[in-house]
């Protein structure tokens, strides 16, 4: 019986500039726009993967350092994504839309709380009460439930806005042909539609808004407005199954004037 020597050679020792790239000098790139990029990070950066599905990037493939700091500006300079911001007429229509939803939060919630006393000094039900005071319960309960989808689509709106600024940034760093990254590296202006009101929304998608605005511009647009009618119905109702006839009379008119804001701002939608 023979014994059958096997001479195993192991692998060539594979050599990782890691050890050339720290001890490298620390020499520094630096653009037009103040962005230092030290010469041993970019060495480094191709090397170092970890997975992730973001951005359409492959399973074992992150962008590196490199991959976003070498060219992509004018003359092949370096951008500094670091101090990215969005161009002034989009912070306008963020810093709009904010304030505005920021309002109608808080009316909301307001209401909603005012709204839940009066549920509480409702009477109790009674199968044989008149039939306005289950009117009046109606709409009083169809206000609450309007106004705090109100508040709650407004919180939501206000969050996808807040990410604007950092969406932006991950499309200007990952897509070249994104309009975030032309405006930011002058190779484009903003189309002169976008800056119309009409396509306001169209702008904010364009620079990475992330929720279906549409539907939530509708809903915040019509919740608050239908609610506060409900809830000045059922004060209405309320004033006349409860308080005198010649209290009910006068608030009625007043009632009617309140609700004006709201029939002209429909009509001058409607017209625009």
Known sequence: MSTETKQTTSPPPVTIEIEEALTAPAVS?????????????RKLAPRFRKDTTRSGLG??????????????GPDGQEIDFANYS??????????????????VA?????????????????????????????????????????NLGGTLASVMMI?????????AREMCMTDSNSLPHRVYTGQA????????SINERELLYSFGLEIPWGFM?????????????CIIIHLL???????????????????????????????QTRRG
């Open 159 to 167: 969050d996808a806005l807040s990410d604007l600024t950092t969406r």
């Open 106 to 146: 808080i009316v909301t919630t307001l209401i909603v709380g005012a709204e839940c006393e009066l549920i509480g000094n409702l009477p109790a039900y009674d199968p044989n009460e008149p039939k306005s005071v289950l009117s009046a319960r109606l709409f009083c309960y169809v206000g609450v439930f309007l």
């Open 29 to 41: 790139t630096a653009s037009s726009s103040g962005n230092l990029v030290p010469l041993a990070a």
């Open 217 to 229: 511009n509708f809903y915040w647009a019509w919740s608050f407005p239908v609610g506060s009618v």
């Open 237 to 267: 109702i309320y004033c006349w199954a409860f308080d005198s006839k010649i209290l009910s009379g006068v608030l009625t008119p007043v009632a009617a004037f309140a609700v004006l804001p709201l029939v002209a701002g429909f009509i």
């Open 189 to 196: 202006a903003i189309p002169s539609r976008l800056l119309f």
């Open 86 to 103: 969005l161009p002034p007429v989009v912070q306008n229509a963020k810093k709009g839309w904010e304030s505005s939803l920021n309002a």
């Open 59 to 72: 399973i074992n493939e992150e962008p590196s350092i490199g991959s976003f700091l070498q060219g992509g």
